[in-house]
Structures are given as C-alpha cells and as structure tokens.
Nanobody, 126 residues
Framework: QVQLVESGGGSVQAGGSLKLSCKIS????????MGWFRQAPGKKREAVAR???????NYAESVKGRFTTSKDNARDTLFLHLNNLKPEDTAMYYC????????????????????WGQGTQVTVSS
C-alpha cells in the first residue's frame, strides 16, 4: 500500500523559509509523478507545484520564483522549498502522487491524484 507522509511545516515570519518533505513508502518513488497542493481555511484546495516522472516541474503563478521542488531518490523523498514566504501562503500543504501522467510541464487537477498525505501546516505571520 502506497503511503505519503509530509513533514517540515511550521510557523515563520514573512520573508522566511521552510522546507517541506514528502516521503513515499510502499512503492518505487520513480514510478510516480508528484504534486504539492495547499488549502487555506474557507478556500478551495489549489495546486502549488508538480514534479513529473519526466524530471520536469511546474509551479502556480503565485509561487513561481519563491518555491522549488527537489527529490532524493535514495530516501524516496520529495521536497518543497518555500522561500520568501508571505502571509497568503498560510495553509495546510499536501503532497500527492499519481502514476498515469509522466509530464511535469503542467499542473494537473487534484482529482487526477490517487494517493495523498495527511498534510503539514504552514503559518506565515506578517
């Protein structure tokens, strides 16, 4: 059974940085394309980033230039690096996995992902 476990969330001041981790277990990491999503209270879940099996990645316009993804195959872990954080980045962050679409060039909707982590909270104060 494939499982995802996020970690690394926390509370920071505006302008600060965090590094979120998403560890996959129960499956070969390279088989999946991964996505990062976030959901703030009272708002819809939105796509933040995608890391495709093809090695490409893409980001929501609101985070481009501030967030990046990387992975460590040996640790079966995907990272989301959050830099220059803003109060509007405050949300629960989730990673997700799917094994249908290899491309990382475009963000895809959350209903295309079939494995989800439990989330990690990011809070940015002004």
């Amino acid at each position: 059974q494939v499982q995802l476990v996020e970690s690394g969330g926390g509370s920071v001041q505006a302008g600060g940085s965090l590094k979120l981790s998403c560890k996959i277990s129960g499956a070969t990491f390279s088989r999946y394309s991964m996505g990062w999503f976030r959901q703030a209270p009272g708002k819809k879940r939105e796509a933040v980033a995608r890391f495709g099996r093809d090695g490409n990645s893409n980001y929501a316009e609101s985070v481009k230039g501030r967030f990046t993804t990387s992975k460590d195959n040996a640790r079966d872990t995907l990272f989301l690096h959050l830099n220059n954080l803003k109060p509007e980045d405050t949300a629960m962050y989730y990673c997700a996995a799917e094994d249908i679409f290899a491309s990382g060039w475009t963000l895809i909707p959350d209903d295309r992902y079939h494995v989800w982590g439990q989330g990690t909270q990011v809070t940015v104060s002004s």
